[in-house]
């Protein structure tokens, strides 16, 4: 699936356009990590709870359980929410 | 270049190095690094000159840890953060919100860091840093989680592991305080711990002989006698003699309307009877400001028997800074430098210990956290 990356991990992808298979969100983000070693921890904490300032939309609906069904033809957005000044 | 003093400045948007001339009166700025992520620590180790380990974490991101072996030309981000341990199923767990406190291993264990995070937890790396692992059992110990608090126990951007200490005679032999939780003090490496608080005070009202209620902000060891520790605490200044247990609170002979409440603790490198604070103002409302907006350093020369204003140079009104627990520091020149960042983002040094003051920067963000370091020729 296409993967929409929010500017704060451009450092981790090289841009804003990644590619990621996965039949549910965990799997996804998984193979973000296998291509981007180090992205999952900024997203996800240790207890596999998404962190504070992330949100994850799969085709225009946020997603928030890790094992959420992924459309592989969709497209996944990854937000950084607001977090102050 | 000749041997040389860099002056690390850790701030609430980024990091710099300031490169210092051998008097150390111009100083070359290189940064910002990491500009935008909040860096609460940045730590050379002085085992091989070399090697920085930076605590990071930026608004949206979970914390993380970058390393540069080639002091800040080029970065690398640790493979494996610190990170508590997975919860069993059922339980709610903990996860690190930001690394807040590194300290480099014993001289004889190259490669050994230590970390101090928030919430509170110790972790251990063995491979300069790159990968780390809980070092501790306090971590998920019920008892010292109990004394820990919750995240409304701590301070206002969280409770927090700091003041790791490594004493240079015995690797084994480390110190831990906590915002909240106490001075714990342990002899397997951290492995565990028992609480170290004989003789130290808590608000009034709470009782002293729980630990959740002590709050040390900043403890230093002399490394000039190891026996030796200060310790600027919520609720007064503080030395202790070791073998003895019970702190001293040597704070009571400060000038009554200063007061001996602050952040920071700073000790002189060779002489264990000098060590020098930064007050602030500690009533009603905490406003955690210079006292009277007229900052000053307190310095001791007879290991808190007396104390001496050292302002000179300082602003004489209107400065309502604060300086945090871990902004102000000493280096190792002869007579000693003394550097102090503020809330305000200024960088102020004194190299004649305190005497006089001269402002080294403005206009920084917020100054989490300053060390110094002498690099070798080049």
Not at chain 1, 29 to 58: C, K, S, T, V, W
Not at chain 2, 75 to 99: L, N
Not at chain 2, 258 to 267: E, L, Q
Request: net charge negative.
């Amino acid at each position: 699936m296409k993967v929409l990356i929010p500017s704060a991990l451009h450092s981790y992808t090289g841009g804003a356009r990644a590619e990621a298979d996965g039949a549910t969100l965990a799997e996804a983000l998984a193979d973000l990590e296998r291509r981007y070693p180090g992205i999952r921890f900024r997203m996800i904490d240790e207890q596999n709870r998404i962190r504070r300032h992330i949100r994850f939309f799969a085709d225009g609906t946020q997603v928030f359980d890790l094992g959420q069904a992924l459309d592989p033809a969709g497209e996944l957005i990854i937000v950084q929410a607001l977090s102050g000044g | 270049m000749a041997e040389h003093t860099v002056l690390l400045v850790a701030t609430r948007k980024g990091a710099w190095l300031f490169h210092a001339d051998p008097e150390r009166r111009h100083w070359r700025v290189d940064g910002p690094h990491f500009l935008g992520h909040s860096v609460h620590h940045l730590v050379l180790d002085p085992r091989d000159g070399r090697t920085l380990l930076a605590a990071a974490r930026t608004g949206h991101l979970g914390p993380t840890l970058f390393r540069s072996t080639d002091l800040g030309h080029s970065w690398q981000e640790a493979a494996r953060p610190p990170a508590f341990a997975p919860a069993p199923a059922g339980q709610q767990g903990r996860a690190v919100d930001h690394t807040f406190w590194l300290t480099p291993g014993h001289a004889s264990e190259p490669g050994v860091w230590y970390a101090g995070t928030s919430p509170q937890g110790l972790f251990r790396s063995e491979d300069g840093g790159d990968t780390w692992a809980p070092a501790s059992t306090i971590n998920d110990d019920p008892q010292y989680r109990a004394w820990m608090g919750s995240a409304q126990d701590g301070t206002p951007d969280g409770p927090k592991l700091h003041s790791i200490i490594v004493d240079p005679r015995d690797p084994a032999h480390l110190y831990i305080a906590m915002s909240g939780g106490g001075v714990h003090e342990s002899t397997d490496r951290g492995h565990s711990f028992r609480p170290l608080v004989g003789g130290m005070q808590v608000v009034d009202g709470f009782d002293p002989t729980d630990i959740t209620f002590h709050d040390p902000h900043c403890l230093r060891l002399c490394p000039s006698n190891p026996d030796r520790l200060y310790q600027q605490n919520h609720c007064g200044i503080y030395r202790i003699d070791r073998p003895s247990d019970t702190w001293q609170r040597i704070g009571r002979a400060m000038p009554a309307e200063v007061g001996d409440i602050g952040f920071p603790m700073v000790v002189h490198p060779h002489d264990a009877d000098c060590a020098w604070v930064f007050p602030m103002d500690g009533t009603d409302v905490w406003p955690r400001t210079s006292p009277g907006g007229k900052p000053a350093v307190y310095g001791t020369r007879d290991a808190g028997a007396s104390w001496q204003r050292l302002n000179q140079g300082l602003p004489a009104e209107q400065a309502w800074w604060t300086v945090k627990r871990q902004a102000m520091t000493a280096d190792s020149h002869d007579p000693l430098g003394l550097y102090f960042g503020t809330s305000s983002g200024e960088l102020w040094i004194s190299r004649d210990e305190g005497r006089q003051w001269e402002c080294l920067a403005r206009h920084l963000p917020e100054i989490y956290a300053l060390e110094t370091a002498r690099l070798p020729a080049a």
